[in-house]
Structures are given as C-alpha cells and as structure tokens.
Antibody, heavy 119, light 108 residues
Framework: EVQLVESGGGLVQPGGSLRLSCSAS????????MHWVRQAPGKGLEYVSA????????YYADSVKGRFTISRDNSKNTLYLQMSSLRAEDTAVYYC????????????WGQGTLVTVSS | DIQMTQSPSSLSASVGDRVTITCRAS??????LGWYQQKPGKAPKRLIY???SLQSGVPSRFSGSGSGTEFTLTISSLQPEDFATYYC??????????FGQGTKVEIK
C-alpha cells in the first residue's frame, strides 16, 4: 500500500524558513517523480513544485520560484521542500503527491501538513 | 503556462441527478487531464486519468470525456457520498501543471 506522510509544518514568521519532509513507502520511491501541491484555507488546489525520479530535474510554480527548493533522498525514501522568505500567502496545507507511472498525472496523495505564516 | 477554466464554480443537485462539470484548457493538451474529488479535511482522490479512464475502485457512475481543450466529468446518478469539491488537473508537457478552480457540488 502506498503511503506518503508529510511532516515539518507549523507556525513561522514572515520572512522565515521551514523544511517540509515526506516519507514514502509501499512503492519504489526512486522510480517516480514526486510533486508538492498546496491549498490555502478555504481555497482551491495550487501546484507548487516537482522533481524527477533521480532528482536531476526540478520545476516550480512562478509564485514560489527562487524561494522554495525541492529535493529528494532516494536512499531514505524521502521528499523535501525547503521554503524560505515565507509570506502570509504561503499559508496552506502542503500535500506530497506521487506521479503515476506512464505520464498520466498524479495518483497518490499524502494527508498534508499545515504551514502558517504569521507574526 | 496553460490555464484551466473550470465551470461551474458550484452547483446544487439532488440525489439521483445527472451532474456535468467542464474544464477548458487555454491550449491543446491532448488527453493529459485528470479529475479529482476532495471532501472537507481530506486529501484529493483521483477519479479519472487520461481524460476518460476510470481509476481503479471508483464507481462507474463517474465518467470523463474530451480531448484537446474541452473536457467533461459526468456523474450519472448523484449519490449522497458524492457531495464534495471536484478539480481538474492538466499535466501536459513539463511542470508546472495547473488545476481548475474547483466545483463544489452541494445538496439541493
């Protein structure tokens, strides 16, 4: 059974930094691209970032480019999102999401971790 | 970037009704589209992939159609457990990908 468990969320001041982690199990982590998607309170889903299976390629939404860094450690089956220069508008639940095989989008989602940016 | 326009933003329907939700892409995306259902406080769940393929375990009352720029999610006979918010996601070419704005399906 695929499991994705996010951690690292919490309250941070504007301008601060936070690192999210996503521990994966139930599949061969190193074979799949992984993604982060977020959802501000009461709002829709917003695509954040992606990383290829070997970590060699990374992608970002314009809203986070230059402030967030996605990475992975395939030896630990873990995905990361390093967030810096945080703003109030980054407040959201952050989901770790597995890409499906065969270039058919996203299949499995974690339960999410809440990041609150506030003074 | 490819923009996705989803409509309606909300709808009210009764149990047993047929419901249709539409997503339009700002440029052709072949069939690189999925549909997701989200209930309050829960992570999204995929219903449809490749525009019209039913995810394993999803009831057959859900169906998807379309290609290119216009896509539709249909619920043939709405059930109580279907009241939720639905999103489309385009995954054409390299990320960043884009979600539709969401459609909240409420009880009439």
């Amino acid at each position: 059974e695929v499991q994705l468990v996010e951690s690292g969320g919490g309250l941070v001041q504007p301008g601060g930094s936070l690192r999210l982690s996503c521990s994966a199990s139930g599949f061969t982590f190193s074979s799949y691209a992984m993604h982060w998607v977020r959802q501000a309170p009461g709002k829709g889903l917003e695509y954040v970032s992606a990383i290829s299976s070997n970590g060699g390629s990374t992608y970002y939404a314009d809203s986070v480019k230059g402030r967030f860094t996605i990475s992975r450690d395939n030896s630990k089956n873990t995905l990361y999102l390093q967030m810096s220069s945080l703003r109030a508008e980054d407040t959201a639940v952050y989901y770790c999401v597995k890409e499906a095989a065969g270039e058919i989008g996203l299949d499995y989602w974690g339960q999410g971790t809440l990041v609150t940016v506030s003074s | 970037d490819i923009q996705m326009t989803q409509s309606p933003s909300s709808l009210s329907a009764s149990v047993g009704d047929r419901v249709t939700i539409t997503c339009r892409a700002s440029q052709g995306i072949r069939n690189d589209l999925g549909w997701y259902q989200q209930k309050p406080g829960k992570a999204p769940k995929r219903l449809i992939y490749a525009a019209s393929s039913l995810q394993s375990g999803v009831p057959s009352r859900f169906s998807g159609s379309g290609s290119g720029t216009e896509f539709t999610l249909t619920i043939s006979s709405l059930q109580p457990e279907d009241f939720a918010t639905y999103y489309c996601l385009q995954h054409n070419s390299y990320p960043p990908w884009t979600f539709g704005q969401g459609t909240k399906v409420e009880i009439k």
